[in-house]
């Protein structure tokens, strides 16, 4: 078993390696923002959540962007920064939906 982690770390297929790991939420205009680059191929690109209330309901929605840094902190400031224009070009209205 040892054999296979080894191929799939080789191949760039370890576990987790893709997978968004969150970073503590920062409060913007009413919502919480959540960066959660995603690494592949070597860079990470710009991911995360943004959460807000809807109706007494909390919603979180994922947002994934091509835009992609080699350095992780300037991949969760620029997460960080496209959540914010999210926010501010669609207010509200982001949370009907499922993901950006």
Known sequence: ???GKLFKS???GAAGSA???PTE???YMG???EAAPIYE???YRSAGFISGEVDGETRRIQFIRADQNGD???AIDHSLL???QIIDEQGKQLLTKTHL
């Open 1 to 3: 078993m040892a054999l």
């Open 10 to 12: 080789l191949l760039g």
């Open 19 to 21: 997978q968004p790991q």
């Open 25 to 27: 939420a920062v409060d």
């Open 31 to 33: 919502f919480a923002i």
């Open 41 to 43: 191929d070597g860079k």
């Open 72 to 74: 992780l902190q300037a």
């Open 82 to 84: 496209k959540a914010r």
